[in-house]
């Protein structure tokens, strides 16, 4: 049988930022956020009154993920939000106001109200139209997004019980490390004793993996093969896959690579849940995972079925 990496097959789009709806830079905390919206999607939502769903995507130029954005086949609105620094300067603004993710909400809401007052003025709306209600941001079924250092928002967010039940998906772009455990104590660098993931740092992931491979949310991870004093994007997906008693499965083709991209080597699926695990130990390979986010978001796309155990109900190719 021959295992493929799904998200190579995907159809790229040549579509980039300057097609989409974009905010002004919102000051958040002490970082920024920017809201992005497809026009398309804007239309539907305004003439049909329906509440727009929201991807929030932390760390990483926000015209950059905005392309990735517009390549996508995601019917959402885009909300970028960057903070300066690395994962304890995401942490942080979430742990100073548990508000956050709800005022990145009403910005969004406000934005999305603003657009659609444009469209209506633009196409003459009466004032009976005009009197109707604006469409809002859904404030559940909410999908997170980060790469790199961004996990360390998505974490904090996680330890809400309200925030975790309105967000159902969850898309890591080798973007999940944690401290090394010695001792049931974390630490950074164990020098010659085993490196082993400390739980504490996992606890919120494990159990959104969980709810997904129980088919009540949806995750999905990447990663490289970038080393790391701390616990690596490829440790901590190990970590999960051995709590869950899931295996990876070697890729044994690449279609649609380009010889200067890394290649998805494993694969593991079990419910909604995917880690896709790719060569490449270079920053440049890093990058890749944030400037092709895209083939992440759209995972579930281009998957087969699986039964919680892991095996699946439909034949791959």
């Not at 934005?111 to 109707?132: D, V, Y």
């Not at 992931?205 to 490829?234: C, D, M, R």
């Not at 494993?266 to 986010?293: C, K, N, P």
Request: proline letters at 5%; a negative charge; charged letters at 20%.
């Amino acid at each position: 049988m021959t295992t493929i990496c799904f998200l190579l097959a995907i159809a790229v789009s040549v579509a980039d930022h300057d097609s989409l709806l974009k905010s002004e830079v919102h000051p958040l905390d002490n970082g920024t956020m920017q809201v992005w919206a497809k026009p398309a999607d804007l239309a539907i939502w305004v003439k049909q009154r329906q509440s727009a769903p929201l991807l929030v995507h932390f760390h990483g130029r926000a015209e950059v993920v905005a392309d990735a954005f517009a390549r996508s086949g995601a019917e959402q609105m885009l909300v970028v939000v960057n903070f300066p620094g690395l994962s304890s300067a995401y942490r942080s603004p979430v742990e100073r106001d548990p508000q956050l993710l709800s005022q990145i909400l009403k910005i969004a809401t406000n934005e999305l109200t603003r657009w659609e007052r444009s469209i209506l003025a633009q196409t003459q709306a009466e004032a009976s139209e005009l009197a109707l209600p604006v469409p809002i941001v859904r404030e559940h079924g909410l999908t997170l997004s980060s790469f790199s250092a961004g996990y360390g928002a998505v974490r904090e967010l996680l330890k809400s019980s309200d925030n975790f039940s309105r967000i159902d998906n969850l898309f890591l772009a080798d973007s999940l490390y944690a401290s090394l455990a010695q001792d049931d104590r974390p630490v950074d660098n164990p020098g010659t004793m085993p490196r082993l993931v400390f739980p504490d740092h996992m606890r919120e992931f494990l159990t959104f993996a969980e709810a997904a491979v129980a088919g009540k949310k949806h995750f999905a991870i990447s990663h490289s093969a970038q080393t790391t004093p701390y616990a690596s994007t490829t440790e901590t997906a190990d970590y999960l896959l051995t709590q869950l008693h899931v295996q990876r499965e070697n890729v044994t083709s690449n279609a649609m690579v380009g010889d200067d991209e890394p290649h998805c080597t494993s694969r593991a699926h079990a419910g909604q849940f995917i880690v896709l695990g790719y060569d490449g130990t270079s920053g440049q390979e890093h990058m890749w995972h944030l400037y092709h986010i895209e083939r992440l978001w759209s995972a579930f796309q281009a998957t087969p079925s699986r039964t919680p155990s892991g095996t699946s109900k439909d034949a791959l190719p």
